[in-house]
């Protein structure tokens, strides 16, 4: 009887647990829910998602806004997003090239890895002009439309990539994304083929980014690097003449990473 007691108690803080988990991640994607939603959500008893809520409150990973009810990410998820960065053993390697980059181009750069079907930006360093792409460290992206995104598309394993191009929602954000499989799968052979990718105002108006992949030990794809800037700077003309740089700056990434280049 005593067993029973205990494996019930413990499924059921398992199951809390799992909970929290998954309102959190329901709060990243969608901002603010109510209660309701977050319920309808977990297809669980309101009174369980209050009582999950109320503790995630008391520890500030969720606030409710007393005028509309509706509950958003709390001030301890920011802190722990930075210390999760900060401890993140490629970031920590890769940041002094990264940011060595920013400085010789005066343009924010990102860093960034593959993660489920999406890329989370892990580091970046913003450009010191007043028209510039800002930091979105912490946010994940779409892979089909951004530059760090394919660039990490058109190097992965036949399989993988494969799998990722018939998962992906292709949503569109500008009139030039790339909304369709065949369409990113030609793109992705003219990225392999040149060494880079480009996102063309195909994630944000006014704004073009350059891609490239950068390897691990293994010669597998461990992250991407992106310059990106307004069109007005960083236009076709401007591409390959960056390009060559930014390809140079993942090598020595890659060669921090373990990577040889002829392996």
């Known amino acids: 009887m005593a067993d029973t007691v205990r494996k019930y108690e413990q499924t059921k803080r398992v199951n809390s647990v799992d909970r929290a988990i998954r309102i959190l991640d329901h709060l990243v994607q969608h901002r603010e829910r109510s209660m309701a939603q977050l319920a309808q959500h977990l297809g669980a008893p309101r ?3 209050f009582d999950i809520l109320r503790t995630l409150e ?30 993140f053993g490629v970031r920590r390697t890769l940041a002094p090239v990264l940011q060595a980059l920013n400085e010789e181009l005066d343009e924010t750069v990102h860093l ?61 954000f500008t009139e030039h994304t790339i909304v369709t499989p065949m369409d990113l799968m030609a793109d992705l052979e003219r990225t392999h083929a040149r060494g880079y990718s480009v996102d063309d105002v195909e994630h944000e108006e006014g704004v073009r980014c350059i891609g490239v992949p950068v390897f691990d030990h293994q010669g597998g794809v461990a992250a991407s690097i992106s310059v990106s800037g307004p069109t007005q700077r960083i236009s076709w003309e401007r591409v ?5 740089r930014i390809m140079e700056a993942a090598a020595e990434m890659s060669r921090r990473l373990g990577h040889e280049h002829n392996q």
Do not use: F
Request: one cysteine or more; proline letters at 4%; aromatic letters at 8%.
């Open 47 to 49: 009174t369980t998602v």
């Open 58 to 87: 008391e520890r500030r990973m969720v606030q409710r806004d007393a005028a509309s009810g509706l509950y958003s990410l709390g001030l301890h998820t920011i802190e722990l997003g930075y210390g999760a960065v900060r401890s």
């Open 112 to 172: 960034t890895v593959l993660d489920n079907q999406e890329v989370l930006y892990i580091d970046c360093y913003e450009s010191s002009k007043r028209l510039r792409t800002y930091s979105v460290i912490g946010i994940r992206g779409p892979l089909h439309c951004t530059s760090v995104g394919k660039a990490i598309l058109a190097w992965l394993p036949a399989e993988q990539q494969k799998e990722l191009l018939a998962a992906i929602s292709y949503e569109r």
């Open 240 to 244: 390959p003449i960056l390009a060559p």
